[in-house]
C-alpha cells in the first residue's frame, strides 16, 4: 500500500511541496492528497497587486494546474477546509463530510492577513467580515476590487507601511490612482530600515506621486459613500483621509488553529524540529509561513535566537524541496516499498535543513530601487551598539555610510571583521546588487567602502561590463543568471517563458526587471 500523504494548504509552498512529491506519486510510492479552502489551485498570491493593477492575469499567477495534478494521481480537493484533524486515528474531517487518512500529515496553511482593531472594522482573525471598499488584498477577488478603483482612478489608501503595502501603491500611482500610505513611526519600512534610508524612500516615494502620512495612528473607518462602502480613514488627531477603498497592508498572522485543535506545540508558528516535524508527532510536518522551526533540544545554540516565520516564499520553498525528499525516502522505507530498511536509513542519515540566512527586501518599481537585510540600526556614532557583543575577541561594528538625499540615494554598510551583517542602499541599483551578493555569500568588503558607491557612478555606468552570471538573479527560487541565460538561448523570450522553464520569477517578483535585461542584452546581441 502507498505512503499516504495528505497536504492541508495549497498555496505556493504546498505547489512546490506537490510538484517535487511526482516521482514518488509516479512511481507508486505515495498517494498525495492536498486540500485548498479557494477553489482556485495555488497561484502567487505574492503578486495579486499587480493583477490587481492590470499588470498581469490570473493565467500568469497560476502555479498548478488542478487538472493535470488529478491526471498525474493527485487527489486534489479545492473549495473544502478541514474541520478537525483525528490525530488518534489519523485523519481528517473535512467540511465535505470526507474523512481522509493519512500516514504523513503535512501542514502548509500558510498566513492570514492582520484586520487592524479599528471602529467600523470586524478584527476577528478567523471570520473577518470587512465592508464594501476594504480589502485586505490577499486574493484574487480582492485583486478584482482593486481593478475597478485603479481603473476607475479612484483615491485609494493603503495602510501599512510595510514592503507589500509599498508596492502595491506604487503599481497603482503608476497606474493613474491618486495614491496615500498611512503608517506609524516616521517612515515606511520602520522595522527593516534605519532613519536615513526610510527617509531617502520616503521622499522617493512622494516623487513617485504616492503621497506619505507618517506617524499616523488609525482609529476607525467611516462608511458614507453613495453605496454605504468605505469613505475616510478616521487618524487619532481628529483629522481623516478620504478615499473610495482602503487597502489593509498591516502584516500577516500564521494560522495555526488547526494545530491547536489537535493539541500540537505553536508559539508564533507550528513548532517544528529541523526536520519540519512538530513537536512530539513524528508523522506531522508544517512548511511555509504558519511553520517555526524551533526544536525542542533547549541546548540547541541555534534555536536559541531564532524568530518565527520569515514570510518569504523563498525558505518556504526550499523547506518544500527539502521535505519532499525526506517524504520520498520515509516511502522507500515504508513496509510495502520493498526496501524498508534501505529507505528508513536513508531518511534518518538525511542531512537536516539548513539554517535559513537573513532574509532580503527589495522593492523595484520605476523610479525606485531599494535593498534592505541583516541589522542596520546601529549610527555610525552609537558607540554602546557599535561595541555589543565584541567580547573574546570578537571585533565591533564598523559602519560606512553616505547619503545624497537631493537625488534620492543613501547607502550604509554595517560590518563586523569586513563582513557584512547589515545593508541599506536606496537609489543605487548597481551598489545594492553588489552588496546582496557579498552579504548572501559572507564574503568580504573590500578596505576602500567606496568603491562599492562608484558602481553607480556616470563612468561605471557608462561603461558597464557584462554583470557576472553565476550571481544569483532570483533569490526566491534560487535561480543563477546563468541558468536564465541558459533558458534564453534555448528560446525563451519572455519572462513568463523564462519563469516556466526555470521557475525564476515566480516569487516575490523583484527580479522582472533583471530578466527582462538578460532576455533584452541577448537579442540585442544576436541583432548585432
Sequence with gaps: MSERIVIVGFGPVAARLVDELLPTVRDGLAHVTVIGEETDAAYNRVLVADLGVGRTTAEALALSDAAALVAEGVDVRLGVRVRRVDRA?????LTDGSSPG???LVFATGSRPVIPNLTGLNPDPAAPVLPRGVTALRDL??????RRAVSGGKRVVVLGGGVLGLETALAAAEEGATVTVVHNGPHPLGRN???GGGS???ASLRNCGVRMAGNARST???HNAADGGFSALLLADGSAIDGDLLVLSCGVRPRIELAEGCGLSTATGILVDHR????HEPHIFAIGDCAEVRCPDPDCTECRSARGPSGLVGPGWRQAEWLAEYLTLLAEGSPDSGSPDSGSAAAAALAELPAEKPGVIVLKARGINMAVAGDNSADPWDEEALTAGAVAGRPRLQIAQWADPEHGRYVKMTTRAGVLEGLVAVGMPRTAAELVQLFERGDELPADRSLLLRLDGPDQLAGAGPADPARTVCRCAGVSGSTIQDAVVDGCGTVAEVSGATRAGTGCGGCHSDIKDIIEKHFQA???
Design 102 to 104: 493519512y500516514d504523513r
Design 89 to 93: 486515528r489519523q485523519r481528517l474531517i
Design 141 to 146: 477577488s480582492d485583486a478584482a476590487v482593486l
Design 220 to 222: 476607525g473607518v467611516e
Design 526 to 528: 544576436a541583432a548585432a
Design 276 to 279: 519540519l516535524r512538530a513537536h
Design 193 to 195: 530600515i534605519d532613519r
Design 200 to 202: 531617502v524612500l520616503a
